[in-house]
C-alpha cells in the first residue's frame, strides 16, 4: 500500500493522540493508587537532605530506641519525590549504629596479603610522612614565564561516599598542598 504525504500525516496524528491517551490513563492510574496507600512509616519519622551532592533530595528516617532503622525517598519532596539514586538509597550505611561499618583504618603492607587494623593516629602519621616525602622529592615551580609552584607526583581521587563538605575540604587541603590532578570517582 502507498502511503502519501497527507495519508502519513492522518496517521501520525492518530498515534500521537493515542500515546496520549494512554499515558493520561497511566498517570490517573498511578494517582490512584498513590492516595490508597500509605507511604509513610508507622515509626518515628525525622526528615533530612542527602548529604552526596546538590540536587537536594529528601528523606525520610525512621528511628527505633534511638537507632536509624531505615531510611528512604521522601514520597512528598518536590526533587525526588520518594526515588533515591544508589548514593542515597545506601544513606542507612552512615549511621553511626550501622554494625558493618569499618571503626579503623585498614592497611595492607607492601607484598602483604593480609589486611590489618591500624590505631588512627599510626595512619595519619604513616600518610603525612608519604605525603611530604613524595612532595618534597617531586616539587616543581617556576618554570618559564609562570610561576607554578606545583607537584604531578601524587593524585587525589575522591570516593562516591564523600559527601559535599568533605569534597570541599578535600580539594581545598589538596590544592593547598599543590596537587594538580584531583578527580572523582564518579567521573571515570
Ligand atoms: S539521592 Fe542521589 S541524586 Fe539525590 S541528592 Fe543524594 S546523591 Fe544526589
Not at 64 to 91: F, L, Q, T
Request: hydrophobic content about 40%; proline content about 3%; charged content about 30%.
Amino acid at each position: 500500500m502507498e502511503i502519501g504525504r497527507r495519508d502519513f500525516f492522518k496517521l501520525s496524528g492518530a498515534a500521537t493522540a493515542g500515546g496520549f491517551l494512554i499515558y493520561k490513563a497511566l498517570d490517573a492510574e498511578t494517582a490512584a493508587a498513590e492516595a490508597s496507600l500509605d507511604l509513610h512509616k508507622p515509626i518515628g519519622e525525622g526528615y533530612t537532605v542527602c548529604p552526596y551532592d546538590g540536587s537536594g533530595c529528601g528523606f525520610l528516617v525512621a528511628a527505633e530506641d534511638g537507632k536509624v532503622v531505615n531510611i528512604e525517598g521522601d514520597p512528598d519532596h518536590p526533587v525526588n519525590r520518594g526515588a533515591a539514586c544508589a548514593k542515597g538509597a545506601s544513606m542507612r550505611q552512615l549511621s553511626a549504629d550501622n554494625e558493618r561499618r569499618l571503626q579503623k583504618p585498614r592497611y595492607r603492607r607492601a607484598g602483604g596479603t593480609e589486611w590489618e587494623d591500624l590505631e588512627w593516629d599510626e595512619a595519619l602519621d604513616m600518610i603525612a610522612e608519604k605525603i611530604k616525602a613524595t612532595r618534597d622529592a617531586n616539587w616543581m615551580e617556576n618554570e618559564g614565564d609562570f610561576i607554578s609552584r606545583r607537584t604531578e607526583a601524587i593524585g587525589c581521587l575522591g570516593g562516591a561516599a564523600l559527601d559535599n563538605e568533605e569534597c570541599y575540604l578535600l580539594s581545598k587541603m589538596m590544592r593547598g598542598l599543590g596537587l594538580v590532578y584531583l578527580e572523582h570517582q564518579a567521573r571515570i
